[in-house]
């Protein structure tokens, strides 16, 4: 399970940025995981829950923003989100498209006290 070692790079990454800001306490945390990233979201969140006790995320709430696939096409030019993983231009239905979104997870936005 990848996903424990996720949350604890995660969880570094945050206890750095609260100790850059003098923070002593982090009360949220949002990522954005694409659907792509290959990451499963429940162990995502039992492997975060696990790890945050005794840290200074203990009390964060944890919120995931999930990222649908978005692609441009390199022959028309269009940019569209795609409702299954099919990699093609819904517009002109060629397969010269390049994901643009979707096969990441970022740490969007942090709140610290």
């Known amino acids: 399970m990848h996903e424990y070692s996720v949350v604890q790079a995660l969880l570094e990454q945050v206890e750095d940025l609260a100790k850059e800001n003098q923070a002593s306490k982090v009360t949220k945390i949002v990522t954005k995981i694409g659907v792509m990233s ?8 039992v492997a975060f829950n696990s790890f945050k006790e005794k840290t200074i995320c203990e009390e964060a709430e944890f919120i995931i923003q999930i ?20 990699y093609c231009c819904p517009e002109c239905e060629s397969t010269n498209v390049e994901v643009i979104d979707g096969e990441d997870m970022y740490l969007m936005s942090l709140e610290m006290q």
Not at 38 to 45: A, N, V
């Open 67 to 86: 990222q649908p696939v978005v692609i441009r096409c390199n022959s028309c030019g269009e940019e569209n989100t795609l409702e299954k993983i099919h």
């Open 38 to 45: 290959g990451i499963e979201i429940h162990l995502f969140e």
